[in-house]
């Protein structure tokens, strides 16, 4: 019901949201950094291996943006050069380190999600963008 009512409210106020871009933008990689930290402590619960913790935490992460993006009929923004994978992936890497070491739990999620949040932040306010291939633009 909540989605719903957020979906109408976004229809109904589309040139609001569209202004409210760098909000729209911040609470994403908000999202980014809960859903990161989130998915990683819950594929620790079930006993995966660290790596299968880390790559699960980024996948729960991007996992949303990708389907939003989809849904409006965007190239999802992981698939772009864009800073998105890899805050997701260093957060994740944080928390199950973190517990790797036997330290606490929350501390741990806080520090990890404010690591994927504040590289997805920065790669949004200055535009950092991950390298690319040359040959990445052209036509075989």
Excluded at 48 to 72: F, N
Excluded at 101 to 128: D, E, Q
Aim: hydrophobic share 60%; aromatic share 4%; glycine share 12%.
């Amino acid at each position: 019901m909540v989605s719903i009512l957020a979906g109408l409210l976004v229809f109904a106020g589309f040139h609001t949201v569209r202004r409210a871009r760098d909000a729209v933008l911040m609470l994403d990689a908000l999202g980014l950094a809960v859903f990161a930290v989130a998915g990683s402590l819950k594929a620790l619960a079930f006993n995966a291996d660290p790596l299968a913790a880390i790559l699960l935490g980024m996948l729960t992460a991007i996992g949303g943006g990708m389907l939003r993006d989809l849904l409006v009929v965007e190239v999802p923004t992981v698939l772009r050069a864009e800073l998105y994978a890899v805050a997701a992936l260093a957060g994740a890497a944080v928390v199950v380190g973190g517990q790797l070491l036997g330290l606490p739990t929350g501390p741990v999620a806080v520090a990890g999600g404010a690591l994927c949040f504040a590289l997805r932040a920065i790669a949004i306010r200055r535009g950092w963008r991950l390298p690319v291939s040359p040959a990445a633009g052209r036509a075989e």
